[in-house]
């Protein structure tokens, strides 16, 4: 009888923990989205052009560090950039200011210039003023069209998820300057 209740005794002080346990004091509970003011979710599509100034008088991508290696690395392995590049509705720099790509982006590839991006778009135009929409991808800069997903937002894009396709449109070999083409697609709520 006494090895029973030594046995059963575990179970009997984690039940009644559970049984007086205060409900507000869960770890998580589920929500309807309606209860966070969000109504239906929608499908946005954005379209933009990234510029990434590395050489300039006024860059907008600074190399912060590399490895030890990197300068014998054909494809720059280890070297990483922090960026707060313009994006702007048209080709030309000078059109319209729609937000910034603010982040880092990092050599990741030893087989061709592939990078790591990590990065928030930062609106500053019409209804997507203040928001963001963020990125953790890869980016093999030379494929045609690239692909990175969208792994969530803030602002009107809070809860987003989606991708965003890439394609550059210029690349000046000697200063490494690009325009780089991007077509969002995400889903959010409104």
Do not use: C
């Amino acid at each position: 009888m006494a090895k029973t209740f030594l046995v059963l005794s575990p179970f009997l002080l984690i039940f009644s923990t559970l049984i007086s346990a205060n409900p507000s004091q869960y770890f998580s509970e589920t929500l309807a989205p309606s209860s966070l003011g969000l109504k239906q979710e929608k499908l946005t599509h954005l379209h933009f052009y990234f510029h990434d100034i590395v050489k300039a008088k006024h860059p907008t991508a600074l190399k912060v560090t590399q490895a030890t290696t990197t300068n014998m690395s054909a494809t720059y392995f280890g070297a990483v950039w922090m960026m707060d590049d313009p994006l702007t509705v048209e080709l030309e720099l000078d059109s319209k200011l729609v937000g910034r790509a603010q982040g880092i982006y990092a050599s990741a590839s030893q087989s061709e210039i592939g990078f790591l991006m990590v990065l928030n778009f930062a609106f500053t135009e019409g209804k997507f003023n203040g928001s963001t929409l963020s990125i953790l991808g890869r980016n093999a800069i030379f494929s045609t069209l690239r692909e990175m997903p969208i792994v969530g937002g803030s602002g009107v894009f809070r809860f987003a998820r989606g991708y965003a396709q890439a394609s550059t449109h210029f690349f000046d070999v000697k200063t490494t300057n690009a325009i780089v083409e991007y077509n969002v697609y995400v889903f959010h709520y409104y």
